[in-house]
T-cell receptor
Framework: RKEVEQDPGPFNVPEGATVAFNCTYSNSASQSFFWYRQDCRKEPKLLMSVYSSGNEDGRFTAQLNRASQYISLLIRDSKLSDSATYLC???????????FGAGTQVVVTP | EAGVVQSPRYKIIEKKQPVAFWCNPI?????LYWYRQNLGQGPELLIR????????DSQLPKDRFSAERLKGVDSTLKIQPAELGDSAVYLCASSPVLGDEQFFGPGTRLTVL
């Protein structure tokens, strides 16, 4: 079983709509969590960190549920430029070792 | 500020041949990581360096893979001999120190025929 699991999608979203998706992690000792964005044939880039209290960054909202060991990402007012693969990441130790999920593909359509 | 630089961007080789990838991290970043990303998967850590010391190489297949980071700056990842299953994107990342945000390079896309 992989440490971080995600629905691969694709999630087909009309422009302007809201889309949300989750990932689950198996290591209860994971300390920090992140969402990375990866465009096709590009490198991953940090989208946002995920805090226990939930956090927003513009149109993006991330939440962490430690009891159920899942992380969510919600994108409001989707833009065409939001089309990408979103990688869920758990940091398994304080020294920065990242465990990546396989990614959830989001396709925003006009 | 320049990002992480990797070369080559693409490499096609025949199986059993050797191959090497080079990474130049962001200036001042002490920590360097090598990841492998297979198609449809997330990156998987191969090795991470703190300056010139490898602090975690538990995921590096040591029978055919080797890495070095001389002088604690640039790093080279080598595969010898390459196998068909090594086809993947090899990503280098760096961070100021262990635990900080990691910045990824564009990767080297390896195809083994």
């Amino acid at each position: 079983r992989k440490e971080v699991e995600q629905d691969p999608g694709p999630f087909n979203v009309p422009e302007g709509a809201t889309v949300a998706f989750n990932c689950t992690y198996s290591n209860s000792a994971s300390q920090s969590f992140f969402w990375y964005r990866q465009d096709c044939r590009k490198e991953p880039k940090l989208l946002m960190s995920v805090y226990s209290s939930g956090n927003e960054d513009g149109r993006f909202t991330a939440q962490l549920n430690r009891a159920s060991q899942y992380i969510s990402l919600l994108i409001r007012d989707s833009k065409l430029s939001d089309s990408a693969t979103y990688l869920c990441v758990a940091q398994s130790d304080s020294w920065g070792k990242l465990q990546f999920g396989a990614g959830t593909q989001v396709v925003v359509t006009p | 500020e320049a990002g992480v630089v990797q070369s080559p961007r693409y490499k096609i080789i025949e199986k059993k041949q050797p191959v090497a990838f080079w990474c130049n991290p962001i200036s001042g970043h002490n920590t360097l990581y090598w990841y492998r990303q297979n198609l449809g998967q997330g990156p998987e850590l191969l090795i991470r360096y703190e300056n010139e010391e490898a602090v975690d190489d538990s995921q590096l297949p040591k029978d055919r893979f080797s890495a070095e980071r001389l002088k604690g700056v640039d790093s080279t990842l080598k595969i010898q001999p390459a196998e068909l299953g090594d086809s993947a994107v090899y990503l280098c990342a760096s961070s100021p120190v262990l635990g900080d945000e990691q910045f990824f390079g564009p990767g080297t896309r390896l195809t083994v025929l």
